[in-house]
């Protein structure tokens, strides 16, 4: 637990006392977490693996968001009087996370307020995201959204690499896709030109941008 963000204040004896508290999970590649609309009591901690937080609507998914090691979800149900889930979890990749009971995660935050505001804080982050997603979706076109995809993947999946930034996800066209709002066709058409171009090189599955300038040009140039 230390490697989360949310902990990296708190002392080893309080960390320890949480992982007491914590189950650990391990969901296969591609099984589901839980379901927009179930009944939710439960924080997730995301030990190692890949997991997409997604809307279906009965036509195609939508993905929102793609979390991984040291990331957190399901604190909407806990928090909001509603408590249902808003979204629909799945692995991408075989995944292990903690998870965390609302009877005990309540008394946590009510003894460490400074936990709370570390949630509240990435809750705001998120919120931030998905309005600049709304308004990418709203105003941009497919060649535009698909570069400031790749921006924002590398932003929060990237690494260095010899030749350019890797975007450390396999993921496939079809969740591309759904992280763009079009069809996966496009999203094929697209990678292409873009690779034609060498923007991007894939390896492994795995997406390289070449060039960073030159997709935020596709960015300005719009
Ligand atoms: P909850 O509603 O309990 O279950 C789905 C979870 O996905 C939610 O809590 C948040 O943790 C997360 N989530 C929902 N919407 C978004 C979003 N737009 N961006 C990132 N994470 C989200």
Redesign the pocket.
Known sequence: LRDFPLFEHLDDEYLAEISKLCTKCTFLKGESI?F?GDE?DELYLVISGVVQ?YQDNRSRDVI??I?REGD???????L?NER??????RTIEKSTLCVLKKRHFIPLVKSRPEILIGILGT?LD??R??NN?ITDLTILDVRTRIARMLLRLTEQHGVPSADGMLIDLKLTHQHLADMMGTARETVTKLLLELQNEQLIRIDQKKIIVCSMDRVRNMLDSH
């Open positions: 839980f927009e939710g937080i929102l968001s979390f957190f979800f399901g604190e909407m149900a806990l909001q249902v889930r808003s979204a629909s979890a809750a998120r919120l995201d998905a997603l």
